[in-house]
């Protein structure tokens, strides 16, 4: 829902490109003016149908990070943390930004 992120949190947001590794791309040649620094998932996506929409759908590059990972090795933003309510959101961050410093 990156319009509701826009409005709410007064961000840039885009639209996840089709597989995780265009958005690597997208991301380390900044393509758009730099670095992203953030990815948030909303049920939107994760209580999709397992295999009609995540497995075999439109998003389908992005299965391992929407089946909520132990481990998100190799990808360029890998911290990670689900959020309120009930796990349903989960934000990946280049780093754990919501801990104390």
């Known amino acids: 829902m990156p319009w509701a992120v ?6 840039k947001s885009l639209l996840p490109p089709e597989t995780i590794n265009d958005f690597s791309q997208t991301s380390d040649f900044g393509v758009l003016g730099g670095p992203i620094s953030g990815l948030y998932l909303t049920p939107i996506t994760g209580n ?3 295999f009609s929409s995540i497995y075999k759908g439109a998003y ?10 132990l481990n998100v090795y190799g990808f360029s933003l890998p911290a990670y943390r689900t959020l309120a309510i ?8 280049d780093r754990a930004r919501w801990m104390k410093r």
């Open 6 to 11: 826009a409005w709410y949190a007064n961000r």
């Open 48 to 50: 999709a149908a397992l």
């Open 60 to 69: 389908k590059g992005w299965t391992p990070l929407i089946m909520r990972p």
């Open 86 to 93: 009930d796990g349903e959101c989960i934000i990946f961050s």
